[in-house]
């Protein structure tokens, strides 16, 4: 089992950054792939953006050239630093760890943290 905490979330005005951050239970060396999944109210859940154990990202174009994200393996953790926030930025925002095992995959989800971009 992987437990995952989330911080960071807030209100921010439109224009404005926020950073979340995620800490997972277990060392993030033998989590595969780390990522943030956002999820509106009435929307399906959406996925933002993932970190390899190697550190290749990969982005959502909603989100692409605005949101980092990033992890340090040191502090079993993984980031999500979020500019130029926008009002459809607006959703709970759930940290994700995926492990590739040979037999299967393992997904984890955290609580998530609220993120709400208004003026």
């Known amino acids: 089992q992987v437990q995952l905490v989330e911080s960071g979330g807030g209100v921010v005005q439109p224009g404005g950054s926020l950073r979340l951050s995620c800490v997972a239970s277990?060392?993030?060396?033998?989590?595969?792939?780390m990522g943030w999944y956002r999820q509106a109210p009435g929307k399906e859940r959406e996925w933002v953006a993932r970190?390899?154990?190697?550190?290749?990202?990969n982005y959502a174009d909603s989100v692409k050239g605005r949101f980092t994200i990033s992890r340090d393996n040191a502090k079993n953790s993984v980031y999500l630093q979020m500019n130029s926030l926008k009002p459809e930025d607006t959703a709970v925002y759930l940290c994700?760890?995926?492990?590739?095992?040979?037999?299967?995959?393992?997904?984890?989800w955290g609580q998530g943290t609220q993120v709400t971009v208004s003026s």
């Open positions: 970190i390899a154990v190697g550190g290749s990202t």
């Open positions: 994700n760890a995926l492990r590739v095992r040979s037999g299967g995959s393992e997904n984890y």
């Open positions: 277990i060392s993030t060396f033998s989590i595969n792939y």
